[in-house]
T-cell receptor, first 110, second 114 residues
Framework: LAKTTQPISMDSYEGQEVNITCSHN???????ITWYQQFPSQGPRFIIQGYKTKVTNEVASLFIPADRKSSTLSLPRVSLSDTAVYYC???????????FGSGTRLSVKP | DTEVTQTPKHLVMGMTNKKSLKCEQHMGHRAMYWYKQKAKKPPELMFV???????INESVPSRFSPECPNSSLLNLHLHALQPEDSALYLC?????????????FGEGSWLTVV
């Protein structure tokens, strides 16, 4: 199982772009990279998933370099409501175990 | 909005009680999970069910007993718990869709053992 490493915390201001990088040096060929957001007292919420290059949806972008040993979650123009813990998970297939790393606690200030 | 429903949202139980946490999903997913999360810590995997069969038990004490009655339901039976078992218990489900595997979480059940 690929282990992930993220910064413990990050601070930002409203309206800024935030980039959170995750390191996963022993990612396997079949592994996908998935990011989750978690607010206090709630279950983690799916943000975005990718395999390689760049993926974009209505809330975020995910950049994955060719070697796939890291990935970067990009949140455009954050607001106070984006204050949360962000987890990067690496996993594969059917019924595989998704192990959470320590996550990144993002604090957005006015 | 999550499509994984957990009940109850809050549960207080004594160390000699027997109680159950319930989880339901109607997304047709065939893998279901239990995670335990302590305050300010990441979720820790407890059990994984695939096609209603227990496939992974992460060395969880026997006072936690999972059950998967059918493909939509997942229970966690609790007996003789300790105060340190107090935590947020998260249920999740997943279905492989064209590659990759996204897990969808419920809102969790807060458990307090007194």
């Amino acid at each position: 199982l690929a282990k992930t490493t993220q910064p413990i915390s990050m601070d930002s201001y409203e309206g800024q772009e935030v980039n959170i990088t995750c390191s996963h040096n022993n990612i396997a060929t079949n592994d996908y990279i998935t990011w989750y957001q978690q607010f206090p007292s709630q279950g983690p919420r799916f943000i975005i998933q990718g395999y390689k290059t760049k993926v974009t949806n209505e809330v975020a972008s995910l950049f994955i370099p060719a070697d796939r040993k890291s990935s970067t979650l990009s949140l455009p123009r954050v607001s106070l409501s984006d204050t949360a813990v962000y987890y990067c998970l690496v996993g594969d297939a059917w019924g595989s175990t998704f192990i959470f790393g320590s996550g990144t606690r993002l604090s957005v200030k006015p | 909005d999550t499509e994984v429903t957990q009940t109850p949202k809050h549960l207080v139980m004594g160390m000699t009680n027997k109680k159950s946490l319930k989880c339901e999903q109607h997304m047709g997913h065939r893998a279901m999970y239990w995670y335990k999360q302590k305050a300010k810590k990441p979720p820790e995997l407890m059990f994984v069910y695939s096609y209603e069969k227990l496939s992974i038990n992460e060395s969880v004490p026997s006072r936690f007993s999972p059950e998967c009655p059918n493909s939509s339901l997942l229970n966690l039976h609790l007996h003789a718990l300790q105060p340190e078992d107090s935590a947020l218990y998260l249920c999740a489900s997943s279905q492989r869709e064209g590659g990759g595997n996204t897990i969808y979480f419920g809102e969790g059940s807060w458990l307090t053992v007194v």
